[in-house]
């Protein structure tokens, strides 16, 4: 079973930084893309960025060039780094496959606010 630990969220002033990170476990990760979604309140979940098994990347295309995904294949992890943060970015942030093929973990908060 795949599982998913989110981690590195929490509260920032607008214009400000955070790095997530996310362990996958349950799965050979290196021959596998991986993927960051978001769910503001009261909306749906939504693509944020996803990276392949080679490293190419895709993001929403509002987030480029503030949010950056990566991987360490040695870790078992991938990363979010998030900046020039805005108050619309606050939501949770969940990590899940490419496709976002697999159960979901529990996310991290992000809220961006002065």
């Known amino acids: 079973q795949v599982q998913f630990v989110e981690s590195g969220g929490g509260l920032v002033q607008p214009g400000g930084s955070l790095r997530l990170s996310c362990t996958v476990s349950?799965?050979?990760?290196?021959?596998?893309?991986w993927g960051w979604y978001r769910q503001a309140p009261g909306k749906q979940r939504e693509f944020v960025a996803r990276?392949?098994?080679?490293?190419?990347?895709n993001y929403l295309d509002s987030l480029k060039g503030r949010f950056a995904v990566s991987r360490d294949n040695v870790k078992r992890m991938v990363y979010l780094q998030m900046n020039r943060l805005k108050p619309e970015d606050t939501a949770v942030y969940y990590c899940?496959?490419?496709?976002?093929?697999?159960?979901w973990g529990q996310g991290t908060q992000v809220t961006v606010s002065s």
């Open positions: 349950g799965i050979n990760f290196m021959p596998n893309g």
């Open positions: 899940n496959g490419w496709s976002r093929q697999y159960d």
């Open positions: 990276i392949s098994v080679g490293g190419s990347t």
